[in-house]
């Protein structure tokens, strides 16, 4: 596609401006002197057990506990919830790429330890509830969640990375819900793995507590892509996130949360209410934009309206 151009003919350029938490978009006025405009950006939040990063419209959440292969600890699940809502709230940012950090351990699931932890039985019980918030907000996020599997993902991180919408793994990650051999039940995720995976597979994972690697799973339909290796990973991730960023955000958020909430609808309420979101879709700017741009055989430019 073309530079786009201002009026006096000139290529409209984007640059980085050396102020903190500012971005400027520079252009060409008629007289010829850059024009600047200003968009406040947050700095992504600072957190003990999780990373924040932004660039090019995708905001990256990394769990940072490699040394403990990445647990779902009490502090991990609120850092994650403190950080997706972050992403979810910047307009900038178009794509979420979950990962580990690391190469052994995407999610190793809940820390064992914190079943000996001195703690009164209803205590945990409503510290549990954080599972429920954590998957609530990765559903209500309303921009594409991608997972960037770069190891193991068991028990609770296999939950994690099955309430992403695309998964991306590298070939020697393994995937299983192991509860069962040390006498619990996947009750927290199960909800979850029921909504992602054939029944029969689900029961056997969850019944047998046995791993699977990520071509069973590809092979299941879970999975996405495998890759060879993490470079591999890197660049199969970049390239999902780079066409969904050009994407309508717009259209993205009403046609995910569309998805979403119809899964469990009856099917005459699922087709009624589907057809009212098709309007909506259609009532879009971005909408117009794009069968605009298809007919002018050009590159659609969505604003999100």
């Not at 040394?67 to 950080?83: F, G, K």
């Not at 597979?201 to 699977?212: D, F, H, I, S, Y």
Request: aromatic share 6%; with cysteine; net charge negative.
């Amino acid at each position: 596609m073309p530079p786009a151009t201002g009026l006096a003919g000139l290529p409209l350029v984007s640059v980085s401006v050396g102020l903190s938490n500012f971005a400027g978009a520079i252009g060409i006025g008629l007289c010829g002197q850059a024009a600047v405009t200003l968009v406040h950006v947050p700095e992504p939040p600072r957190l003990d057990h999780v990373l924040v990063e932004a660039a090019q419209r995708v905001g990256t959440v990394t769990l940072n506990r490699p040394d403990q292969r990445n647990p779902l600890s009490a502090a991990m699940i609120a850092d994650l919830q403190t950080a997706l809502a972050w992403c979810r709230d910047q307009p900038e940012v178009r794509v979420v790429v979950l990962t580990g950090a690391g190469e052994k351990a995407f999610c190793a699931g809940a820390d064992l330890a914190s079943f000996s932890a001195e703690v009164p039985e209803l205590v945990r019980h409503h510290d549990r509830h954080g599972f429920v918030d954590l998957f609530l907000l990765m559903q209500d996020l309303g921009k594409p969640l991608v997972g960037r599997i770069n190891g193991h993902a068991l028990a609770g991180g296999f939950g994690l990375a099955c309430a992403c919408d695309l998964l991306v793994a590298v070939e020697g990650a393994t995937f299983g819900t192991p509860e069962i051999n040390v006498g619990v039940w996947p009750a927290m995720i199960q909800a979850v793995l029921a909504r992602n995976l054939p029944r029969k597979v689900m029961l056997e994972m969850a019944l047998l507590g046995e791993r699977w690697t990520a071509a069973q799973l590809k092979a299941v339909g879970l999975v996405n892509r495998v890759v060879a290796d993490h470079a591999a990973l890197d660049q199969v991730t970049g390239e999902i996130t780079a066409a969904l960023a050009k994407k309508s955000p717009a259209v993205l958020r009403l046609g995910r949360d569309s998805f979403y909430r119809q899964q469990d609808m009856e099917f005459r309420a699922a087709l009624e209410y589907l057809q009212s979101q098709l309007t909506l879709v259609t009532l879009s700017e971005d909408a117009r934009e794009g069968v605009t741009a298809f007919f002018e055989k050009r590159e659609p430019e969505f604003k999100g309206r």
